[in-house]
C-alpha cells in the first residue's frame, strides 16, 4: 500500500470512518456535446457523467487534489457529511462545461440564453454530485 493511501485511510480512521472497500479509480467520463451556431461563432456544451466505484474512491481523488492544504483533514471531513459516507451507495460527478471558438464576453447576451437554455441554469459550468 503507498504511503498516500495509508495516510489517506489513517484520516478516515480519525474520523470515524472505517470502510474495507477497495479503492479504484474513476470510470470512464461519458459525455454528450451539444452545439450551438451563434452569429459570429458557436459554443460547445459538454454534459458530462462519472461514476464512482464507490464513496471511499471518490474521496481518495478529492483527497489527492488537496494534498497540500492546510486543512486537509477538516476538508474530508466536510466532504464525507455531504456525500453521506456510512451510507454505502455509488457516487457520480455530473457537470457541464463550455467551450467558445471566440472570447465568452463577446456573445450577446440572447446568443448565451439561448445556448444555455436547455441547461435551465445561469452558469455555463459547474458540478454535481449524486448517489446512485
Known amino acids: 500500500m ?5 495516510e489517506f485511510e489513517k484520516i478516515l480512521k480519525d474520523l470515524g470512518y472505517e470502510d474495507n472497500s477497495p479503492i479504484k479509480p474513476k470510470e470512464q467520463k461519458l459525455m454528450k456535446q451539444t ?3 451563434c452569429s459570429n461563432g458557436a459554443i460547445a456544451i459538454y454534459l458530462f ?4 466505484f ?3 474512491s471518490y474521496l481518495y481523488l478529492e483527497y489527492l487534489d488537496h494534498l497540500d492544504s492546510p486543512d486537509l483533514k477538516d476538508k474530508i471531513k466536510r466532504l464525507a ?17 463550455a467551450k467558445y471558438n471566440r472570447k465568452p464576453e463577446t456573445y450577446t447576451l440572447e446568443e448565451i440564453n439561448h445556448a444555455i437554455d436547455e441547461l435551465r ?3 455555463i459550468s459547474g458540478r454535481l454530485i449524486v448517489r446512485l
Do not use: H, M, Q, V
Open 2 to 6: 503507498s504511503d498516500k493511501i495509508e
Open 35 to 37: 452545439n450551438y451556431i
Open 49 to 52: 457523467f462519472i461514476p464512482y
Open 54 to 56: 464507490n464513496k471511499k
Open 81 to 97: 457529511e455531504k456525500i453521506e459516507f456510512n451510507t454505502k451507495t455509488r457516487l457520480a460527478e455530473i457537470g457541464w462545461e
Open 121 to 123: 441554469t445561469g452558469n
